[in-house]
């Protein structure tokens, strides 16, 4: 398997845990700021709408800026966005976090599919998981797991 392509698919994996790894915790998250888990839920709610508005536009936006440089941008502002989730003080700042993470996936996404489809073979079950991998949080009954 080619490694870029794997490297690809791990950023995606990354990208789409993401939500269910928070999802996870949310009574902790809660229990720590203070809030109703139904509140706490936001911080999901954020990371998804911010990832779904902005993919479209920066992948216009960015269309010529190297996509190496900016997957690994992308996959900075995802991390340090999560780390500041992870500290954030205040419930407020953990929310911007979220959106801020939902900024690298909605940065990282697009420009790893679209490199991903140049390789056409080897591209297809990425593309692929990557399509699909929404569903089950949409549907989350009657779709297959990603």
């Known amino acids: 398997m080619d490694k870029r392509l794997l490297v690809l698919a791990l950023g ?3 990208l789409g845990t993401d939500t269910f790894v928070v999802a996870g ?3 902790k998250i809660a229990h720590g700021f203070g809030v109703d888990i ?3 839920g936001q911080l999901t709610t954020l990371y998804a709408i911010a990832y779904a508005l902005l993919a479209p536009t920066v992948a216009t936006l960015a269309a010529n800026v190297p996509r190496k440089r900016l997957m690994l941008s992308a ?3 995802f991390v340090l966005s999560n780390l500041a989730t992870a500290l ?3 419930f407020a ?3 911007v976090s979220r959106v801020f993470a939902g900024l690298g996936a909605a940065m990282y996404a697009p420009t790893a599919t679209g490199t991903a489809r ?3 073979v080897r591209g297809r079950a990425m593309i692929g998981a990557c399509l699909r991998a929404p569903f089950p949080r949409a549907f989350p ?3 297959p797991r990603c």
């Open 25 to 27: 915790v949310l009574p």
């Open 118 to 120: 140049r390789n056409r």
């Open 12 to 14: 995606m994996f990354a």
């Open 93 to 95: 700042i953990a929310l």
């Open 38 to 40: 139904g509140v706490a």
């Open 88 to 90: 954030a003080p205040t």
């Open 75 to 77: 996959l900075a502002v």
């Open 141 to 143: 009954s009657s779709s």
